[in-house]
């Protein structure tokens, strides 16, 4: 996959216009190709095209229905979708739920671009992300645990294609603007994936990430 074909949806479509141009505006792993917008389950079926659409953005509030129970459908029709939900609410009931029916990830609408950015790399890799701004019970993150990937408690060697070549280049002393430079992305999304490798590995510093890339073979 050279690129991520992607449907946004959403009830607000003056919303749908401005993410669409923040998307334009960020750069991913691999770039970001819209091939459709819709503002209701229906119109979201027929933009899903089996083999045409890798990564659906999805409010939970269409126009027609709660999206949250067409979630378990959008999957059965094509396993290989990834879902990656987009809401002004986020509460943990709704958030667990989204999980539960097989949503990839759950970000509030106050997302900033860096941190969009770690999570489509993320999701695509085959992770579950939840926003920085989003937080659930021990309880509930257990009975999310048989799924992999979940990168709040999960072991923290899980990265991610991104993180492993933000890692290697650190390792090589490179400073973050080096990296943006080198990567093509911002120097904002650069510290993103250095507070997740931090987070991840349980370091507070360059050098613990060095140490620990050593120890434990990750570059």
Do not use: W
């Not at 770039?31 to 389950?41: D, I």
């Not at 509030?61 to 067409?70: E, F, G, K, R, V």
């Not at 094509?78 to 990839?104: F, N, Q």
């Amino acid at each position: 996959m050279d690129e991520i074909r992607y449907v946004a949806a959403d009830d607000h479509r003056l919303f749908l216009r401005g993410f669409r141009l923040l998307l334009d505006r960020i750069r991913t792993a691999k770039p970001l190709v819209c091939v459709g917008e819709a503002s209701t389950t229906q119109e979201v079926l027929r933009r899903i095209q089996p083999g045409e659409v890798d990564l659906l953005f999805l409010d939970l509030n269409l126009a027609d229905i709660d999206a949250t129970q067409l979630i378990p459908k959008f999957k059965e029709l094509h396993p290989g979708l990834r879902i990656l939900c987009i809401s002004m609410y986020t509460d943990a009931k709704l958030v667990r739920e989204a999980l539960k029916k097989g949503a990839d990830g759950f970000l509030s609408k106050n997302v900033d671009l860096p941190e969009l950015e770690v999570a489509i790399d993320s999701v695509m890799e085959g992770e579950i992300v939840l926003g920085k701004d989003i937080s659930l019970s021990a309880a509930a993150l257990r009975q999310l645990a048989p799924r992999p990937g979940i990168n709040r408690f999960n072991a923290p060697f899980q990265l991610t294609r991104r993180e492993r070549e933000i890692l290697d280049l650190v390792v090589k002393g490179k400073s973050n603007k080096d990296i943006a430079a080198l990567l093509f992305i911002s120097r904002d999304t650069v510290s993103a994936h250095r507070k997740s490798l931090m987070r991840k590995l349980n370091v507070r510093n360059a050098s613990g990430l060095i140490r620990v890339a050593y120890d434990f073979n990750l570059i």
